[in-house]
C-alpha cells in the first residue's frame, strides 16, 4: 500500500476496467437517495475547503483490486470510483475541458455489458458544446445534464434499460432530495468549475483514497465474486466501516492498520467471507455484517454499562434496524478504546481459522440463537428494499453472545472444548423464575449472569476451572445453578482431571452403556423440562450435594425414575400408574415436605403437574429438598396420620 492518492492521479497510472463478473453500478439506484445525498455533500465540502474536524481532504478508504493485462480490476471499489469518475466528467464538462480531460477518462471502463461500455465511451468524446453553451444562459427552463444526453442520437432508447446506465443518470440528476451532481452545483458558473478542476487535478486534490493492490494475495475467485456480488458501497454499514477504518488510522495504531494483516483488509476479505457463509444465498451481507459489530460494541462495554436508560445501551439495543448515524453513538466516554478493536480481531480471526457451524452455540432448548446473524425468514425473497431485516436477539442470548466471544478471545475452536464451554453457558443462563419464565429479561439480570460467566477465567478449560473455583454461597438464581456447574464438575473429573468412569447401572436410550459421567450428566440435562438444571438427582434429603458411593445409587435410581415420572410437559401418566391424572405424584411431594400449611398459601404457591410449576417450584426449591429426595426414590406411599388436618386427608385421598 502507498500514500492516498487522487482519482486523477490514480487514472494518470491505471486503465481501470470494472470486470464483467462485477455487478452493475448501485449508488445511483432508488431507494440510495439519502446515502447518495450525503457522500456527495462531503465531495463537494472536501472541494469547497468546508470539511469538519478541521480535516485538510477526505479520504475514502480503501480500494482494491489487481491488475491483469495492464488493466486495473478493482475488487472493492468499484462504486466510489465510478462516482469519483462521473465527478471529474461533470467538472471538466462544465469548465469546458472534455478536449483535454476525455481521452484520460477513456481509460475508464465497463465491462459488465456493451451498453455500458459504449455508453461511458460517448460521455468522453461526443460532443457537448451545446449544452455548455446552454448552461451559459439564465433561462431558467433550460435543458438539464440528463435529458440533454438521452436526446442525443448515439443515445439509444434501449440503454435505459440497462441497470448501470439508470444509476449513472440518476447520480447527474438526482431527485428532489438533491441527491445528484447537477444538483449539488446548483448555478455556479464556468470559473467555479474551473477552480474546482484545478483542485481535483493538482497533487493537493482535496479528496483521495488507498490502493492496494492484491496480485501477491492469492484470493481465490470465489471470494473475488462474493465480495463483488454484494454490490453495496456507501450502505449504513460501508458509512460504518469507512469511519471505523478512518478512527484506527487518524490515532496512529499501527498493527490494526497494516495493509496485509490489519482490519481494514480483514473486514473486506477473510471476516468478509464468515458473514456471507451466513447470508443464506443473498447477494449481500451489509445488514448482518452491521448488525454483529452493534453486537460486539454493546457487548464490549455491557459491564460498565448501569442503566436501562444509558444512551449508549439505548442506541445499540433498540428495535428494528439501528442506522448508522455517525461514530459518536458508538464512543464510550467521547473515544473507542483501541483495545475494542484488538478484541475484535482475536475473536474474529479465531473464529474464521476455526471449524465450526451454527449449530455448535445452540442447544437442544434453543435452537434460534445465532452468534453470526441471519436474514430474516421473510427477508430471505427480498430483492427489491434497500435494508433487509435482521433476526433479532434476546437479552439471555447477548449473555450466550458475551460468553462466546469471551471463548474466541482466548483462542480458536476445538470441538470438545467448545462443546462443553457452551453446555456450561446454556445451563447458566437458562435459569428460569418461578412462573417458568426466563430470567434474563433486563440489563440486571444480564449483568448478574454475565458475572457468573466471568468467574471461570479459561473457557477452553471449563471443568478444571469450575472444579477448583471453590465453594460459594449462593446469592441469586444464577449462582444457584453456578453451584451445580461446580458439584457436577468435581464428579465428572478425577483427582488427576481425566473424565471419570460411569459404573452404574443406567442405560442410553439406545441401549448402550454409559462411559463416563459426563455423557449421563448430559442426557439428564438435556431431558424433558430440566435444560441443564438437575441437582434434584445428586442432592440428599437434607439438601446436600452428594457424590459418595451410596448417593451415586441413589443417583441411578431417580434418574431412572424422573423418565417415569416426566415428559416435556410436566408429570405424565404410564399404563400402570396414573401419576398426573390422579395427582399420585403431586399428593406424594406434598406429604413429604415439612411445615406443609406453610406453602399452600394461595397467593404464594400455585401446585399442578405442569412443567413450569415442578421444575421451577418443587424440584430446584431449596425449601422440599426432602420431599423431592423421597419421591425421587419412588417413595409414593401415602399413610393419612390420624392427627392430620380433615382436610389434609380428603386431599389424599381423593382421585384429584
Not at 54 to 81: A, C, T, W
Not at 482 to 510: H, M, P, V, W
Request: hydrophobic share 35%; charged share 30%.
Amino acid at each position: 500500500m502507498e500514500r492516498a492518492i487522487s482519482f486523477w492521479d490514480f487514472l494518470n497510472r491505471y486503465n481501470i476496467e470494472i470486470p464483467i463478473i462485477q455487478r452493475d453500478y448501485a449508488q445511483g439506484r432508488k431507494g440510495k437517495e439519502t446515502l447518495r445525498e450525503m457522500f456527495l455533500r462531503n465531495l463537494k465540502n472536501a472541494m469547497d475547503n468546508n470539511l469538519s474536524d478541521k480535516q485538510e481532504i477526505l479520504i475514502l478508504d480503501f480500494v482494491y483490486g489487481s491488475v491483469k493485462n495492464g488493466k486495473m480490476h478493482p475488487l472493492d471499489g468499484q462504486q466510489r470510483l465510478t462516482t469519483l469518475w462521473l465527478l471529474h466528467w461533470y467538472v471538466a464538462l462544465r469548465a469546458k475541458k472534455m478536449e483535454e480531460a476525455g481521452m484520460l477518462l477513456q481509460k475508464f471502463s465497463y465491462e459488465t455489458r456493451m451498453s455500458s461500455r459504449n455508453f461511458f465511451k460517448n460521455l468522453c468524446y461526443q460532443d457537448f458544446n451545446a449544452f455548455v453553451s446552454r448552461e451559459d444562459s439564465s433561462d431558467e427552463s433550460r435543458e438539464s445534464i440528463v435529458d440533454f444526453i438521452t436526446n442525443q442520437i448515439w443515445f439509444y432508447a434501449e440503454w435505459k434499460q440497462d441497470p448501470t446506465i439508470q444509476s449513472v443518470l440518476r447520480m447527474l440528476s438526482g431527485t428532489d432530495m438533491n441527491d445528484g451532481i447537477e444538483e449539488l452545483f446548483g448555478d455556479e458558473k464556468q470559473e467555479d468549475f474551473e477552480k474546482y478542476w484545478e483542485k481535483l487535478t493538482s497533487a493537493n486534490a482535496p479528496i483521495k483514497f488507498y490502493y492496494l493492490p492484491m496480485n501477491n494475495f492469492n484470493l481465490t475467485d470465489d471470494l473475488y465474486i462474493k465480495m463483488n456480488a454484494r454490490g453495496k458501497q456507501l450502505t449504513h454499514f460501508e458509512n460504518f466501516k469507512a469511519d471505523l477504518v478512518g478512527y484506527i488510522e487518524e490515532n496512529q495504531w499501527k498493527d490494526l492498520t497494516d495493509p496485509e494483516k490489519g482490519i481494514p483488509i480483514k473486514m473486506d476479505t477473510t471476516w468478509m467471507d464468515i458473514f456471507w457463509k451466513a447470508a443464506k444465498g443473498k447477494n449481500r451481507v451489509d445488514e448482518i455484517y452491521f448488525e454483529f459489530l452493534n453486537r460486539f460494541f454493546l457487548n464490549y462495554h455491557i459491564g460498565k454499562i448501569e442503566e436501562a436508560s444509558d444512551k449508549y445501551y439505548s442506541f445499540l439495543t433498540k428495535k428494528g434496524t439501528i442506522r448508522y448515524e455517525g461514530l459518536k453513538n458508538y464512543m464510550w466516554d467521547n473515544e473507542i478504546d483501541e483495545d475494542l478493536f484488538v478484541n475484535l480481531e482475536r475473536i474474529l480471526d479465531n473464529f474464521s481459522n476455526s471449524d465450526i457451524k451454527k449449530d455448535d452455540f445452540t442447544c437442544d432448548w434453543d435452537k434460534t440463537f445465532r452468534f453470526i446473524p441471519e436474514y430474516n425468514q421473510d427477508s430471505i425473497e427480498d430483492t427489491v428494499s434497500e435494508w433487509l431485516e435482521v433476526s433479532s436477539i434476546t437479552q439471555l442470548q447477548r449473555v450466550v453472545f458475551y460468553a462466546i466471544c469471551k471463548y474466541f478471545k482466548e483462542g480458536e475452536a476445538d470441538t470438545e472444548s467448545l462443546r462443553r464451554w457452551m453446555r456450561f453457558v446454556w445451563n447458566i443462563v437458562s435459569v428460569k423464575d418461578k412462573n417458568g419464565n426466563e430470567r434474563i429479561q433486563n440489563l440486571s439480570e444480564m449483568k448478574k449472569a454475565i458475572d457468573i460467566i466471568d468467574k471461570v477465567k479459561s473457557p477452553h478449560n471449563v471443568y478444571s476451572e469450575l472444579k477448583y473455583l471453590g465453594e460459594i454461597t449462593p446469592d441469586n438464581a444464577f449462582e444457584r445453578q453456578l453451584q451445580e456447574e461446580i458439584e457436577k464438575a468435581k464428579r465428572i473429573l478425577t483427582d488427576d482431571n481425566s473424565l471419570a468412569t460411569y459404573k452404574g447401572a443406567c442405560k442410553k436410550t439406545n441401549g448402550e452403556a454409559f462411559a463416563t459421567w459426563e455423557e449421563i450428566i448430559i442426557e439428564a440435562e438435556r431431558y424433558a423440562f430440566f435444560n441443564g438444571a438437575i441437582r434434584f438427582l445428586f442432592r440428599d434429603d437434607e439438601g446436600n450435594f452428594n457424590w459418595d458411593k451410596s448417593s451415586q445409587l441413589d443417583f441411578d435410581k431417580k434418574w431412572t425414575n424422573v423418565k417415569k415420572f416426566f415428559d416435556i410437559n410436566g408429570v405424565k401418566d404410564i399404563p400402570e400408574h396414573k401419576y398426573k391424572s390422579e395427582a399420585i405424584l403431586l399428593k406424594a411431594v406434598l406429604y413429604n415436605i415439612e411445615n406443609y400449611w406453610c406453602f399452600i398459601e394461595p397467593e404464594k404457591y400455585v401446585l399442578d403437574n405442569t412443567a413450569e410449576t415442578w421444575r421451577n417450584r418443587i424440584l430446584l426449591s431449596d425449601d422440599w429438598t426432602k420431599a423431592v429426595h423421597k419421591i425421587l426414590l419412588d417413595n409414593l406411599t401415602i399413610v393419612v396420620r390420624e392427627q392430620d388436618d380433615e382436610i389434609y386427608k380428603t386431599l389424599y385421598n381423593t382421585k384429584l
